[in-house]
């Protein structure tokens, strides 16, 4: 018994002293009079306890004397055999809490931050133990947070000589502010009043570019052309720079254009993106994330090491950091990019540990595709996986690992969708609305353009609405080191956007002017298109249509206005009088506001009395959309109306196409090729349709100048927006 009381006497000292610092154990008793200690399952993970259960032994009350109520809360947690373990079964590297926390105080009393504010402890009695025990998981959370937390060791394995960061190095010339500040605040008002110089650079056979800067920059034309065969000139960290080498050996002459704006911080449009080379481009910006993420937090080593240096130099001012720690935001379409992007980091930075991997693999990584074979290239590319659009994912890194899931405000790269990171930004409530996270992304990738437009584009806008502005809370930032143009709210000014699209469309362009405002200019490339129309198996009669257009608002219904004019009464006629050729019209309606007008103006006006037809819309149910095209083939309905957004997120095959009336040009040219060459050619090659009667009949206007371009070329598309002697022209 004298035994039992000194191991008690030592567990209550524990437990007092556990008291005092930020993180308990709490148990209660048993009925029966056991008792069992039950730290939370975090805890047992790390080794920190075990777990165990013995019978209560009786014991002196007079010996607690005022200590009852502490003696309910710590002391009856852990039993006899519990102490022993603790002294003699525990591994030599496992810690307590309460040691954690006394070597995270004397950690920040060693680098002169001021320590932790210590949690005040209340006493507490049965009925409320399963509420401190949830508190209790969230605090274990927290220190597993601040012991993994290898923020005080750089990020490559030391800062050699050789790889500090010279005045040469775009990282220092854009971030740092080596020269000082005089030249910014002259850029920044070029910017402001859109005043740009432009240079074009020389044309290629298939692509070429143009380089805006604001008028205050100067620039030679050495720098303009300036192009990289490989990563022998491209300043990186040493590690990077070796895996680089072996991802991309050798890089085109167009890839070398874009890997020189990519690392030279400048902000770049690319809008022709590939398979072909999409995961070269994937490579380049996951290296620059990477090196970016190392050099920042190299800086900010380096600098803590040179304050503990000089402490107490008046004069010493080293500001070296945002507002918060994500430094950069990648916007992709689907789980399944996200996994690309993930994997990729992962085979250039090669850590020794993965944290939540695991978690990672189950919720993000699907083997399963869940369509046919038959689908398209570019279709499988962007639905193969695991095709969710609602996510978000933190990925912290030290020096050893990479942690996925952690938390935004202490993550170094978050990937996410459009509608992931609004819902994470507290949209649909204006009270929990949290955009800090944004307030200091100095790189923006959008990678998958066009998809992310036939998702819901408004929702990126909303997004880079939101990025670099003033944080409304501290979050534990330390002004005497953030840079002097984040707190003159001049981030924008600074942060690279990297976009990636298989076209350019309109609202990308308007990404481009209001957002793309990088004071080391901005780099947009054109591609020289031969036109979707050519190289089709099948040559049916083209006939393109101008109706004319006032401006931007009255075109939607200038378009209707031609439509029901001068195409509708001809198949209502022909309808009417069960012409030969009357059935089979596919009506392709490239946006959704435009298919409901149609659509109910052909069920409702008299002008349409006597047309029979079904519709297919991004919103119908699968056995709607299977009843449609079934009547439409069977020719109980003579025109079938068919979404833009329909056949991006289902690509069917559709049969009994005769003949093909677009409202609009598609935005996607790859469109043009499989609803006329595949649907009409589908009709062919089954015998339903005489390849002589095969006709297509387009609308367009001015406004239509990008669509215009793709689908006939860039050598004709001039000529038929400006022609003043018809406006119809004919492709046979």
Request: contains cysteine; neutral net charge.
């Amino acid at each position: 018994m004298a035994l039992f009381r000194g191991q008690e006497q030592r567990q209550r000292v524990a437990n007092v002293q556990s008291r005092r610092g930020r993180y308990q154990g709490y148990n209660g008793s048993r009925k029966g009079g056991q008792a069992r200690g039950a730290p939370n399952a975090r805890a047992r993970n790390r080794n920190t306890f075990s777990t165990s259960r013995v019978e209560e032994q009786p014991e002196d009350t007079s010996d607690r004397g005022s200590r009852t109520s502490e003696s309910e809360i710590g002391e009856n947690s852990f039993s006899k055999s519990e102490s022993e373990s603790d002294e003699e079964k525990l591994p030599t590297n496992s810690e307590k809490p309460y040691n954690i926390l006394l070597q995270n105080i004397s950690t920040n009393v060693q680098r002169q931050e001021p320590p932790q504010k210590k949690r005040k402890v209340e006493r507490v009695d049965a009925q409320a133990e399963s509420r401190i025990s949830e508190v209790m998981l969230d605090e274990m959370s927290e220190l597993e947070e601040q012991d993994d937390d290898d923020d005080e060791n750089p990020l490559s394995k030391g800062i050699e000589e050789h790889e500090t960061h010279g005045l040469s190095d775009p990282f220092v010339l854009h971030f740092a502010d080596v020269n000082g500040e005089s030249g910014l605040s002259e850029k920044v008002a070029d910017i402001k009043g859109s005043k740009w110089h432009i240079e074009k650079g020389p044309k290629q056979a298939e692509w070429s570019y143009s380089y805006r800067r604001p008028e205050s920059t100067k620039i030679t034309p050495k720098e303009l052309g300036h192009t990289s065969a490989d990563f022998s000139s491209i300043q990186i960290k040493g590690k990077l720079k070796a895996a680089a080498t072996v991802a991309l050996p050798r890089l085109s002459s167009l890839l070398g254009h874009v890997t020189s704006s990519i690392f030279n911080y400048q902000d770049l449009f690319f809008p022709l993106r590939k398979l072909e080379n999409a995961d070269t481009l994937r490579t380049l910006v996951c290296l620059h994330s990477l090196n970016h993420v190392c050099k920042t937090r190299d800086t900010v080593i380096k600098n803590n090491a040179r304050l503990a240096r000089e402490d107490g130099e008046a004069d010493l001012e080293l500001r070296d950091q945002g507002f918060t720690r994500p430094k950069v935001l990648i916007i992709l379409p689907t789980r399944q990019s996200c996994v690309r992007y993930v994997e990729k980091i992962i085979s250039l930075w090669g850590p020794e540990q993965q944290e939540n991997k695991n978690r990672f693999q189950d919720t993000y990584v699907s083997g399963e595709d869940h369509f046919s074979d038959d689908k398209p290239d570019d279709f499988r590319e962007l639905f193969a996986g695991n095709d969710d659009d609602m996510f978000r994912l933190g990925m912290k890194f030290t020096r050893k690992t990479v942690k996925f899931f952690s938390q935004f405000y202490k993550s170094d790269i978050i990937f996410a969708s459009p509608l992931g990171l609004r819902m994470a930004l507290g949209a649909d409530d204006p009270k929990k609305q949290d955009n800090d996270f944004l307030s200091s992304i100095e790189i923006v990738i959008v990678d998958q353009a066009d998809a992310l437009a036939m998702q819901n584009w408004e929702h990126v806008e909303y997004i880079f609405e939101k990025l670099n502005l003033q944080p409304k809370e501290a979050h534990g930032c330390d002004f005497s080191r953030v840079r002097n143009w984040y707190l003159d709210g001049s981030a924008r000014y600074l942060r690279q956007t990297i976009c990636y699209s298989a076209f350019n469309f309109p609202s990308l362009n308007k990404l481009f002017i209001q957002h793309m405002q990088n004071v080391d200019g901005k780099v947009k490339y054109f591609n020289v298109e031969g036109g979707a129309m050519i190289g089709m198996d099948i040559s049916p009669k083209q006939t393109f249509s101008r109706f004319e257009s006032a401006s931007a608002t009255s075109e939607p219904d200038d378009r209707f206005k031609y439509f029901s004019n001068a195409i509708l009464p001809g198949l209502a006629k022909n309808a009417r009088h069960r012409v030969e050729g009357s059935s089979g019209v596919l009506i392709y309606v490239p946006t959704y506001a435009d298919f409901l007008r149609v659509r109910n103006y052909l069920a409702t006006s008299t002008a349409a009395q006597g047309v029979s037809f079904g519709s297919i819309s991004e919103y119908t149910a699968l056995k709607d959309a299977a009843r449609a095209r079934s009547h439409f083939l069977s020719g109980r309905h003579s025109v079938l109306l068919y979404t833009e957004r329909a056949h991006h997120f289902r690509r069917y095959h559709l049969k009994g196409v005769k003949r093909i009336v677009m409202y609009g040009l598609p935005e996607n040219p790859i469109f043009y090729k499989e609803v006329i060459g595949g649907f009409l050619g589908a009709s062919i090659a089954a015998a339903r349709l005489d390849a002589r009667e095969a006709n297509v009949r387009i609308l367009f206007s001015k406004l239509d100048i990008l669509k215009l371009e793709r689908i006939v070329g860039s050598t004709r598309y001039l000529t038929m927006l400006k022609d003043t002697g018809g406006d119809t022209f004919d492709f046979v």
